[in-house]
């Protein structure tokens, strides 16, 4: 009887042959030795920081305030969480109201 040959499976980046050894798979199904996927990744983090760092500094506006910008949030009406709370008490006066009108008759 025989047995089928596996395919090789080799790094991408430095051509090891990671058929048998512990390796990464990349969304693509790119494998990718230990050393070489862990080395993508640190370069990827750092390329990330340094985007961050650089859009963030720009013009002194805060990451949040372009947030806030581009929700249209944080105008006259408030933050969501205010317009809950003016919700939330509305509700309870007119249930108050409710009860009341209820029991006195």
């Known amino acids: 009887m025989t047995t089928g ?8 980046t430095c051509g090891k042959d990671v058929t048998t050894i512990k390796r990464m798979k ?24 340094k985007s961050k760092s650089v859009s963030n500094s720009g013009g002194g ?14 105008g006259a009406g408030g933050t969501d969480k205010g317009r809950l709370v003016k919700m939330l008490v509305a509700v ?3 249930a108050a109201i409710a009860g009341w009108q209820f029991l006195s008759h």
């Not at 040959?5 to 991408?12: D, F, L, N, V, W």
Request: glycine share 10%.
């Open 92 to 94: 309870a006066i007119m």
């Open 26 to 49: 990349d969304s693509q199904g790119r494998y990718w030795c230990v050393d070489c996927g862990m080395a993508d990744r640190r370069k990827k983090m750092k390329a990330a920081s």
């Open 5 to 12: 040959s596996t395919a090789t499976k080799r790094c991408i």
């Open 61 to 74: 506006v805060s990451l949040m305030e372009r947030l806030r910008d581009h929700t249209g949030g944080g």
